[in-house]
């Protein structure tokens, strides 16, 4: 019990780590690494503070390393989804109850605790399991995870702290009371830092959770557990299950007590989850909230004042940085004809320096994509590509499956601006240009805005303002994340909140206070200090 109003410290940003050769940090990772490749995990699911292990389970396996096994997890079955949403609601009260204060410290000790005792580790396992290179783990499951707790935590004081004003005899206040029933977060494989912030988001403002990652993702999904159980997260707040999309769906959609979904993937699935609910709408005891970011087809837009230099780094970094598995990732893009030539000469010369091959190898930066799945649909693009006479593939175009699931950064050119790699989400290392003539850059701004039914994230390069004035105003609605001479990835929560719109989302801004709003429904008080006795009012005497 205590009388004082607290203040959460106020965040910063994590720094990332440069892992130098030699480093303190290269060593340990290196190590973390060794540890993980020689030890066979069995994971289990989270549930109502058990470790839950069954008899049937899958193996892991690094995607650039097929015959290599991290581990095994165990797989449920509908009577587990019934046990974490019992778990989740069993939970609540209590957790609701909590003051947020203690909410809010268990998530300020998982930031402190992922950025020291499990940094390597978690690093180790994002690696491991998804094909990161270090660079892109350390940014992704360390530096991102923890600013997502952090400032996650500040932007829930600075809500909490909003009040309405109180005129003389009355006291008005704002009770920003968690939803009714349970969340279900549905997380992707390509950020560990969304994995951990989808269910952590909505729980920390009180709410309990059940959450099924990707199952590419399983392995460093335990780990974040680990932590939050570590940082003294109550039993049942948080359940983590390993279960096939249809089967969850089908009890998690029916509950009557499911209160909302916080989903990152595809935008197929989004859809039908978003019809699916609409078909039970009637089942529910609220509205579920529904919050979503899913596809993208991003673009970077050049003007003949840009830098070729600056736009070939952009290009090379924004489409081929974690084998463009981004929602992020520059995917088409529109030259001038006028620094093409440049612009291709860099980019080209930059594409033959990038190495390509396993995780513990730190001089590779280009590592494999997630599963044959993806490799087939990626390499099958790229081999319709190479039997077009309207394409020419002027950089990669090899794929091997062999070891690993490695496709190389690929450059294709194309005649028609609506070619299928320009339209179409790949969500691989594919980048598609179009070269346009110098004088139709504001045609090309139309062009832009009206390929792709996404509109998540774009960028455009010019050193002359009135064009960049222009294509600010031709692009407004065309990206959620909006770049000016960057490449179109790489977003910092407190920075650059992230999401989209039209078909790439809800646009509710992870990493922002406009998210953490979507896990509220605020209840408006009214206290009368002196309530009136006579109910007659003034106009009801006569002269």
Same mark, same amino acid.
């Given at each position: 019990m205590t009388d004082a109003i607290f203040s959460v410290p106020v965040p910063l940003n994590e720094p990332v780590w440069s892992y130098a050769p030699g480093s303190n940090e290269k060593l340990a990772l290196k190590k973390a690494l060794a540890e993980a490749k020689a030890t066979e995990k069995d994971i289990p699911m989270y549930i109502g503070g058990e470790h839950v292990f069954t008899a049937e389970k899958a193996a892991i396996r690094p995607p650039h390393e097929r015959k290599h096994v991290l581990g095994y997890h165990a797989k449920g079955n509908a009577s587990h989804v019934k046990q974490a949403i019992d778990a989740a609601l069993k939970a609540k009260a209590a957790w609701e109850a909590m003051p947020w204060q203690e909410r809010a410290a268990i998530f300020l000790r998982a930031a402190d605790l992922l950025t020291s005792t499990y940094r390597a580790k978690m690093s180790a396992a994002t690696m491991l399991c998804q094909s990161k290179n270090a660079f892109q783990a350390e940014i992704d499951c360390i530096c991102e995870l923890a600013d997502f707790w952090r400032y996650n935590v500040y932007f829930m004081q600075e809500i909490y702290k909003q009040q309405p004003l109180s005129v003389r005899g009355t006291w008005n206040r704002t009770d920003w009371r968690p939803l009714e029933g349970f969340v279900f977060a549905l997380t992707p494989f390509n950020f560990t830092a969304i994995a951990g912030n989808l269910p952590t988001a909505p729980a920390m403002l009180g709410n309990v959770c059940v959450w099924k990652p990707a199952e590419s993702q399983i392995y460093s999904a335990s780990v974040i557990m680990e932590i939050l159980e570590e940082a003294g997260l109550p039993a049942g707040v948080i359940n983590l299950v390993y279960v096939d999309g249809p089967t969850i769906g089908d009890i998690v959609f029916k509950h009557p007590e499911f209160a909302g979904i916080h989903f990152t993937g595809s935008t197929?699935?989004?859809?039908?989850?978003?019809?699916?609910?609409?078909?039970?709408?009637?089942? /529910?005891? =609220? /509205?579920? +909230?529904?919050?979503?970011?899913?596809g993208g087809k991003d673009f970077v837009v050049a003007h003949s004042s840009a830098d070729p230099k600056a736009v070939a780094v952009a290009l090379g970094r924004g489409a081929f940085e974690y084998q463009g598995q981004k929602c992020s990732a520059a995917s088409r893009a529109y030259i001038p004809k006028s620094i093409w030539k440049a612009v291709k000469a860099h980019l080209l010369a930059d594409l033959k320096t990038m190495?390509?091959? *396993?995780?513990?190898?730190?001089?590779?930066?280009?590592?494999?994509?997630?599963?044959?799945?993806?490799?087939?649909?990626?390499? *099958?693009?790229i081999s319709e590509a190479k039997k077009s006479s309207q394409v020419k593939v002027i950089a990669g175009g090899y794929f091997d499956k062999s070891e690993g699931f490695f496709i190389e950064p690929t450059v294709l050119e194309v005649?028609?601006?609506? @070619?299928?790699?320009?339209?179409?989400?790949?969500?691989?290392?594919?980048?598609?240009? /179009?070269?346009?003539? !110098?004088?139709?850059?504001?045609?090309?701004?139309?062009?832009v805005n009206t390929?792709?039914?996404?509109?998540?994230?774009?960028?455009?390069? =010019?050193?002359? +303002? =009135?064009?960049?004035?222009?294509?600010?105003?031709?692009? +407004?609605?065309?990206?959620?994340? @909006? @770049?000016?001479? !960057?490449?179109?990835?790489?977003?910092?929560?407190?920075?650059?909140?992230?999401?989209?719109?039209r078909a790439s989302g809800t646009n509710d801004k992870a990493g922002s206070m406009l998210n953490m709003y979507r896990w509220l429904s605020p209840r408006t008080m009214k206290e009368?200090?002196?309530p009136p006795t006579d109910y007659r009012y003034p106009f009801l005497g006569e002269e």
């Open positions: 197929g699935v989004f859809q039908r989850i978003w019809k699916t609910i609409g078909e039970n709408i009637a089942n /529910y005891k =609220s /509205y579920p +909230r529904i919050v979503g970011e899913t190495k390509m091959g *396993g995780t513990e190898d730190f001089r590779n930066f280009i590592n494999a994509v997630i599963d044959e799945k993806a490799f087939d649909k990626i390499s *099958g693009y005649e028609d601006p609506h @070619y299928v790699t320009m339209c179409e989400e790949l969500f691989g290392p594919v980048l598609t240009i /179009y070269v346009y003539d !110098d004088k139709k850059f504001a045609q090309v701004l139309d062009l390929t792709s039914p996404y509109a998540l994230t774009g960028a455009v390069f =010019s050193n002359d +303002r =009135s064009a960049l004035a222009l294509a600010n105003e031709k692009l +407004r609605h065309a990206a959620g994340n @909006y @770049y000016i001479n !960057d490449k179109p990835t790489g977003a910092v929560v407190g920075q650059q909140p992230f999401g989209g719109g009368t200090l002196t």
